[in-house]
């Protein structure tokens, strides 16, 4: 099943950052795009997770062309299929850990997993504030987050900086059992080249291009 496909993206700010860009994304599969900083890695994950408007080309979703859809579909989209994970945890830091994810239950209503907050090493935290919490600490919350509300695509922009190497590596293996278990598919944006071999297929944007490189 296709989740996603872009075709002939473009984009530009004050130089062009990519041109002609063109991927899709299939259930149970992961890719992963790598680059050199400012070689445009973010801005093409944002637009492809709708966060930007590409200035030229299209992205699809589950088969439908996103501009295409009004604001109420996408917003549904957004709120049930999209998790985006940023190294910027993006966390309520008024709420203790487990309140951050009550919100994410709230909203999506899909149930809280106990097993991935033991899995991701929250489970002694959980109940202090987000501000309480290490880096590392909120990292693992950001990411239970996103997937309590079980996305069909996840978006993941290193996710795993904040983290040591053991823990970084469980939580790839969270990453890739849940796009299997969930018929779900997700795209890593890295500049970790052994990370980001792990994935499925793998991409690099260099002189405005992507590069299928695995």
Same mark, same amino acid.
């Given at each position: 099943?296709?989740?996603?496909?872009?075709?002939?993206?473009?984009?530009?700010?004050?130089?062009?950052?990519?041109?002609?860009?063109?991927?899709?994304?299939?259930?149970?599969?992961?890719?992963?795009?790598?680059?050199?900083?400012?070689?445009?890695?973010?801005?093409?994950?944002?637009?492809?997770?709708?966060?930007?408007?590409?200035?030229?080309?299209?992205?699809?979703?589950?088969?439908?062309?996103?501009?295409?859809?009004?604001?109420?579909?996408?917003?549904?989209?957004?709120?049930?299929?999209?998790?985006?994970?940023?190294?910027?945890?993006?966390?309520?830091?008024?709420?203790?850990?487990?309140?951050?994810?009550?919100?994410?239950?709230?909203?999506?209503?899909?149930?809280?997993?106990?097993?991935?907050?033991?899995?991701?090493?929250?489970?002694?935290?959980?109940?202090?504030?987000?501000?309480?919490?290490?880096?590392?600490?909120?990292?693992?919350?950001?990411?239970?987050?996103?997937?309590?509300?079980?996305?069909?695509?996840?978006?993941?922009?290193?996710?795993?900086?904040?983290?040591?190497?053991?823990?970084?590596?469980?939580?790839?293996?969270?990453?890739?059992?849940?796009?299997?278990?969930?018929?779900?598919?997700?795209?890593?944006?890295? &500049?970790?080249?052994?990370?980001? &071999?792990?994935?499925?297929?793998?991409?690099?944007?260099?002189?405005?291009?992507?590069?299928?490189?695995?």
């Amino acid at each position: 099943m296709n989740l996603l496909s872009a075709q002939n993206l473009s984009h530009t700010f004050e130089y062009k950052l990519f041109d002609d860009v063109s991927l899709e994304l299939n259930a149970k599969e992961s890719i992963a795009i790598i680059g050199m900083s400012g070689s445009g890695k973010s801005t093409l994950l944002h637009i492809l997770s709708t966060l930007l408007t590409p200035q030229s080309g299209k992205v699809s979703l589950f088969g439908e062309d996103i501009s295409l859809m009004n604001k109420k579909r996408l917003s549904e989209i957004k709120r049930h299929d999209l998790g985006l994970i940023f190294q910027s945890h993006y966390l309520f830091n008024g709420f203790s850990a487990y309140e951050n994810l009550e919100v994410s239950e709230l909203l999506s209503g899909k149930k809280i997993d106990d097993t991935l907050i033991e899995r991701l090493q929250i489970k002694e935290p959980i109940h202090q504030k987000v501000t309480q919490l290490s880096g590392g600490q909120q990292q693992r919350v950001s990411i239970a987050r996103v997937l309590t509300k079980q996305p069909r695509i996840i978006f993941a922009d290193e996710p795993t900086g904040n983290l040591d190497q053991e823990t970084a590596d469980e939580v790839m293996r969270i990453f890739f059992e849940y796009c299997i278990k969930s018929d779900a598919g997700m795209v890593l944006v890295t &500049h970790d080249n052994a990370l980001a &071999h792990k994935c499925d297929r793998v991409y690099k944007l260099e002189d405005k291009k992507l590069h299928q490189i695995k």
